[in-house]
């Protein structure tokens, strides 16, 4: 059983920084990929960024050079330190896992930027 659990949500002023948690039940290495969606209110879930089990990293267009993914296999934990924030990123964000062809969500963690 694979459980993902989300923390560092919030509410931050545009220009404001937040770093978001997932620490995962168990070693980060057995996941292939792991990475960050959002949902904000009437859209899709959309990709954010990913990291690989090899430390390759890739980003959606409007969060690059202001979001950074990385991983703390230690920890089993996998961050998102986001700055520069904008209104736009207001959403909730998602942990996902991909362990062979099986994807697993956390719960969510909620993020709000006021302008």
């Known amino acids: 059983q694979v459980q993902l659990v989300e923390s560092g949500g919030g509410l931050v002023q545009a220009g404001g920084s937040l770093r978001l948690s997932c620490a995962a039940s168990g070693s980060i290495l057995r996941f292939n990929v792991m990475g960050w969606f959002r949902q904000a209110p009437g859209k899709q879930r959309e990709l954010v960024a990913i990291i690989t089990s090899g430390g390759s990293t890739n980003y959606a267009d409007p969060v690059k050079g202001r979001f950074t993914i990385s991983s703390d296999n230690a920890k089993n934990t996998v961050y998102l330190q986001m700055n520069s924030l904008k209104p736009e990123d207001t959403a909730v964000y998602y942990c996902?896992?991909?362990?062979?062809?099986?994807?697993?969500w956390g719960q969510g963690t909620q993020v709000t930027v006021s302008s």
């Open positions: 996902n896992a991909n362990l062979a062809i099986r994807g697993y």
